[in-house]
């Protein structure tokens, strides 16, 4: 007996979210802990380096078990076929049409709703890593830095690394809009989102700013040649983890600060530098309205 155990997730054209993965997770779980060999297979789109559901041989199975989402379409269907030989089983689906031959063809069906019956999902109780979370502030393209401006290739080079890193990002947009739900409607949304967060990797200068001032470290890279405004800032708060955009491509650099701040030291650094309530260019300004401020 050997087990082949797939879902969603394991069809180049079907999707892997976070509950289809942790329900065949769950599969996995119970199966070793039956002591029944067994292997998972995956979308060579989703996990390219593991066992490709696309070049198993199906020859070496005995069961298929189908673990979570909908019991339909051709992609099942086609797993039917493939794998006649097999026990095939669904566990956690749902059964839309009892009558579909994507239904049908399991020998049993252990389905999570049905006919309006309703058992809990296997991602329920899957243990999980708690990891970083980090916010991503990307700056849009600032044509005043003309000839210096780096955006396309600094954000590329950002976008690249942290797509490689382990840590749950969350793509921010300083941007206000009433009428929009992906964004803020005010700045006292936006930072009580900053203020939840481990770490904040940003090209903008309000990304930098708003996560000092909410005590989270930021990872700053700017994307102009020679440095514009968040180098600007960077020394003006006193922050060192700042990538200049002629080193945003080396991804050591990048680690290394990565590293930094989210270390206990770079959290207590960020801790210490939010903004003085006595900002000097508020100072400036009031003084020159004053009667009889020169101008």
């Excluded at 802990?33 to 198993?56: C, I, K, Q, T």
């Excluded at 199906?58 to 797993?79: I, L, N």
């Excluded at 990002?169 to 989102?193: G, K, N, Y």
Aim: hydrophobic share 45%; charged share 20%.
């Amino acid at each position: 007996m050997r087990a082949l155990v797939i879902g969603w997730a394991s069809f180049r054209h079907g999707e892997a979210t976070a509950g289809d993965v942790l329900s065949m997770r769950k599969v996995d779980q119970a199966l070793s802990a039956m002591g029944l060999p067994h292997d998972l297979a995956w979308s060579p789109v989703f996990r390219p380096d593991d066992l490709s559901y696309e070049e198993v041989e199906p020859g070496r199975y005995s069961h298929v078990v189908f673990v979570c989402g909908p019991a339909q379409g051709w992609q099942v269907r086609e797993m039917h076929q493939r794998f006649a030989h097999c026990r095939r089983i669904a566990v956690g689906v749902s059964v839309i049409n009892p009558d579909d031959d994507a239904v049908t063809g399991f020998d049993e069906v252990f389905a999570r709703d049905h006919d309006g019956l309703a058992i809990p999902d296997l991602s329920v109780d899957v243990p999980t890593d708690e990891v970083l979370v980090a916010g991503v502030i990307l700056a849009p393209t600032q044509r005043e830095y003309g000839d210096f401006a780096r955006h396309a290739d600094v954000h590329a080079a950002v976008t690249g690394w942290i797509a490689g890193v382990n840590c749950a990002r969350v793509p921010l947009d300083t941007r206000l809009a009433p009428s929009d739900w992906e964004r803020c409607e005010t700045p006292d949304q936006f930072t009580s989102i900053v203020s939840h967060l481990d770490v904040v990797v940003t090209t903008r200068l309000h990304g930098l700013v708003l996560s000092l001032r909410s005590g989270v470290p930021a990872l700053a890279i700017d994307p102009v040649a020679g440095g514009g405004k968040v180098t600007a800032q960077a020394d003006a708060l006193g922050w060192p983890a700042l990538v200049p955009a002629e080193e945003a491509h080396r991804t050591e650099v990048l680690d290394s600060w990565w590293r930094w701040c989210s270390s206990v030291q770079g959290r207590a650094v960020a801790a210490l530098r939010a903004l003085p309530t006595d900002n000097e260019l508020v100072r400036d300004m009031v003084e020159a309205l004053k009667p009889g401020s020169a101008r």
